[in-house]
């Protein structure tokens, strides 16, 4: 069993004896109402996450819809010193309301770890698992920069490459064992202060991960906070980052949020204008759009929400970008939301059909009609810059899984008022 606000195994407390120490302890707490309305457009296995008052010594919480009277999975979790609620919305229509009962225990809720998002640490990485199945690494020893590796879609089946963490013959077949620094899912840029974080040589930048400010388990959400350092070839530091990435349980697909927050730390930092960036991920071999060469049968197709197919859809700006394709017979997507909140958005894409994708808002002059453009830009010392990312990794074509809709759900929240 594990609780619900960190991810520590706490034994000897039987499930019925503990429920009975949570009601009692509710019994006596105050309850807090939380309203939830749709001005804009309908939900669907949405995730809501809003800062409530609690005590600190609160562990947990009980949700009620207020009209129903039923209980709803909630997780209470603390961001620094603020209470945090995190919960599902399975539907709601354009126009409707709900509404909530909250009520606060200082008892641990527990859970069993196949029913949750439970993150596991290591010296090498961090394991995430979803409802008992593994979603992915966070791999921070053994390359020059940390990345997700591998990625699991709601098949079942992996949705990124091997290559260059392994070297399979499948993958050879089909020419895809090229770009070594394209590792699964990573966040680097080509210039940054002249240093080139891209690639993988020898004169090539790093981006270390110094330490974990956060690692979270829960029953609706796992949430890690890293800070890394951008470390030029010389071994002084260019810039570092903070980056925080929440992996929700969903019914449907694979949905995670990536925020990162780069700072200034030791003078100014220029981002240079190249297409070399920056949140990247390289897709299976057989969902890239080149795969077709080689089988008809496989192959994948890149959509982009201003309705810019494949190679059409590189080096434009967009909201949004969805890369699908089969894996093991199933077609399956990768969909990447730039929310209007991160830097210049709508972001560009670096996205290939021989498999990379990758939101870069800083390459403008390698695209199309940006010749005697410049994209680059300067943080001033002690000034960052942020970016703002949700992937939703589904099964079916893009239309299939509504991603067009994901994406407004994402920049049009549902009013959230709590009382």
Not at 145 to 174: H, S, W
Not at 217 to 239: E, F, H, Q, Y
Not at 244 to 255: P, S, T
Not at 275 to 301: H, L, N, Y
Request: net charge neutral; aromatic share 10%; charged share 20%.
């Amino acid at each position: 069993m594990f609780r619900s606000n960190i991810a520590r195994v706490l034994p000897g407390i039987a499930a019925a004896t503990l429920g009975l120490l949570v009601m009692s302890a509710l019994a006596a707490s105050p309850t807090t109402t939380i309203g939830v309305s749709a001005p804009d457009c309908s939900y669907r296995d949405y995730p809501i996450t809003v800062a409530v008052t609690a005590s600190a010594t609160a562990k947990s919480a009980t949700l009620t819809d207020a009209k129903s009277g039923q209980t709803v999975a909630c997780q209470l979790w603390r961001d620094g010193e603020k209470a945090m609620l995190t919960w599902i919305i399975p539907e709601l229509a354009k126009g409707a309301s709900l509404s909530y009962k909250v009520a606060f225990s200082d008892v641990v809720a527990l859970f069993p770890e196949t029913a949750g998002v439970i993150l596991r640490q290591s010296d090498e990485a961090v394991e995430v698992a979803i409802s008992g199945a593994l979603f992915t690494r966070y791999v921070i020893a053994g390359g020059p920069k940390p990345y997700c590796y591998p990625i699991i879609g709601p098949t079942g089946a992996q949705v990124t490459r091997d290559f260059p963490m392994k070297k399979l013959d499948a993958e050879a077949n089909l020419k895809d064992q090229d770009h070594p620094h394209h590792r699964s899912l990573w966040f680097t840029h080509g210039d940054v202060n002249g240093v080139d974080f891209w690639s993988e040589s020898a004169k090539a930048g790093k981006t270390v991960h110094r330490a974990f400010e956060a690692t979270e388990s829960g029953i609706l959400m796992g949430r890690l906070r890293a800070v890394t350092d951008w470390m030029a070839p010389d071994a002084k530091k260019v810039c570092e980052d903070t980056r925080e990435i929440r992996f929700y349980k969903v019914a449907q697909g694979r949905l995670f949020d990536w925020d990162i927050t780069i700072k200034a730390t030791e003078g100014p930092v220029k981002f240079g204008d190249t297409k070399e960036g920056m949140f990247g991920f390289r897709v299976a071999s057989t969902m890239k759009g080149d795969a077709k060469k080689f089988d008809p049968k496989i192959g994948g197709a890149i959509l982009n929400s201003e309705g810019l197919k494949d190679g059409d859809a590189w080096g434009k700006p967009a909201k949004w970008v969805d890369y699908c394709g089969p894996v093991e017979g199933k077609t399956v997507g990768i969909a990447v939301f730039d929310h209007p909140s991160s830097f210049r958005h709508p972001t560009y894409w670096h996205v290939r059909t021989y498999g990379l994708y990758a939101a870069n808002p800083f390459g403008i002059h390698d695209f199309p009609g940006g010749k005697g453009k410049d994209g680059s830009h300067t943080i001033a010392q002690g000034d960052s810059i942020s970016f703002h990312y949700r992937a939703f990794i589904h099964s079916g074509t893009t239309e299939e899984a509504n991603v067009a809709h994901v994406y407004e759900q994402f920049v049009k929240p549902p009013k959230v008022e709590v009382r």
